[in-house]
């Protein structure tokens, strides 16, 4: 069936490295991402989103990457901070529909 | 500008039992959704109300229901409840219905015994 996932449910880094959170579409009739941040006893918060016609979207800190070939997105958070450790949804805003679809989630460590 | 607001922030019940959760936009947001988020499902739409009116429903069973009131504070209901209905329920608002931005609140963790 269509889903959104992702391939690592964990990833730890150290602090200072760049992070690199991976995540694979199936439905290709999608036509906008978002990259969602949640900290333990919160909602969601919104990182930064990307439309399907671009490939790339930079923000503060944080790039993230869009390749429609192979249905994959990522989020690179540059010199990750211990304020970064949180688990990261992208998710997925398909045509005709208007809510959201979320992969589950990966979870980042920042070791200080 | 306040955030979502979402009350109560947690809560035990026991299996059987029914359970009102409510959701408080951020003002002048007129859209509100719904969803379920489990460990082993991740984050669920549930349903999304817009003036008043449900605009938009996931997969789930009759048992869960919401409505939305003039000032566009929701509600959702979930009936009969099951050991499977543990989770964390959260609403999002946005200005418009279709609006990608979703501001999260930061949810009901429900606990069913």
């Known amino acids: 069936g269509e889903s959104v996932g992702l391939h690592l449910p964990t990833l730890s880094v150290q602090e200072g490295d760049n992070s690199i959170i991976n995540c694979a579409y199936s439905n290709s009739a999608s036509d906008y991402f978002i990259w969602y941040k949640q900290e333990s006893g919160k909602g969601p918060q919104f990182i930064i989103d990307i439309r399907s016609n671009m490939d790339k979207r930079q923000g503060q800190r944080v790039t993230v990457l869009l390749n429609k070939t192979v249905k994959h997105l990522s989020l690179q958070i540059a010199a990750t901070q211990p304020g970064d450790s949180a688990v990261y949804f992208c998710?997925?805003?398909?045509?005709?529909?208007?809510?959201?679809?979320f992969g589950t989630g990966t979870r980042l460590t920042v070791i200080p | 500008k306040a955030g979502v607001t979402q009350t109560p922030r947690y809560l035990i019940k026991t299996r059987g039992q029914q359970v009102t959760l409510s959701c408080s936009p951020i003002s002048g947001h007129r859209s509100v959704s719904w969803y379920q988020q489990t460990p082993g499902q991740g984050l669920q739409f549930l349903f999304e109300?817009?003036?008043?009116?449900?605009?938009n429903k996931g997969n789930f069973p009759g048992r869960f229901s919401g409505r939305q009131f003039s000032n566009s504070r929701s509600e959702m209901n979930v009936s009969t409840l099951e050991l499977g209905d543990s989770a964390l329920y959260l609403c999002?608002?946005?200005?418009?219905?279709?609006?990608?931005?979703?501001?999260f609140g930061p949810g009901t963790r429900l606990t069913v015994t």
């Open positions: 109300y817009f003036s008043e009116t449900q605009r």
């Open positions: 999002a608002s946005t200005l418009l219905t279709g609006s990608y931005e979703q501001y």
């Open positions: 998710a997925e805003k398909r045509t005709g529909a208007n809510n959201l679809f």
